[in-house]
């Protein structure tokens, strides 16, 4: 079989090699991802003490306490769903498929992933955990200065509204690009 000549790329495009290295460079998020799997076993160890240190001191603690322990519980199951998502949607997005299809424990979510719906994933449980957080400093309220929880809702809001923004803008370009068809 005779080797063609490739043929230059066409002006104002790179050269194949460059794209070829460029795509190549996905893989460099690798680590990032598998780091993120250590810190998702570092909240699993940590939900893990939290919870036997619950058990362990149940007696000891009133209703309140108690009621901060478990919120402290759903705060770490909260940022490990976040960590899920941002492990498996980025990874499919931005590296490689994962080739999930037709395994029994695939997420429905992950048939549908792109860029717009991780986004709006990672805003909603941004603003779950932030919720998490408020609602306990409020449980906590007592024993909190003014100016802390006046920040925490604060950041809470800022939340709130960078989400509704970024809702607004997907709406506005879906709708914008989905017109004409």
């Not at 066409?10 to 794209?19: E, M, N, T, Y």
């Amino acid at each position: 079989m005779e080797h063609q000549p490739q043929s230059p790329a066409p002006l104002g495009q790179p050269p194949s090699w460059i794209a070829q290295m460029i795509f190549a460079s996905r893989w460099l998020q690798l680590p990032i991802y598998l780091g993120l799997i250590v810190v998702q076993a570092v909240y699993a160890y940590k939900f893990i003490k939290s919870l036997w240190h619950l058990i362990v001191n149940l007696n000891q603690m009133d209703a309140n306490t108690i009621m901060l322990a478990v919120l402290n519980l759903i705060d770490v199951v909260m940022i490990a769903n976040l960590l899920v998502m941002v492990i498996v949607g980025g990874y499919e997005i931005f590296v490689s498929k994962l080739r999930t299809e037709g395994h029994p424990d695939e997420p429905e979510w992950l048939s549908h992933v792109n860029a717009s719906v991780l986004k709006v994933k990672l805003s909603m449980s941004i603003i779950s955990i932030s919720s998490i957080h408020l609602l306990q400093t409020f449980v906590n309220a007592a024993n909190l200065p003014e100016k802390t929880m006046m920040w925490q809702l604060l950041l809470h809001l800022g939340f709130l509204a960078s989400a509704l923004a970024m809702a607004y803008t997907d709406k506005v370009l879906y709708g914008t690009s989905h017109k004409s068809h």
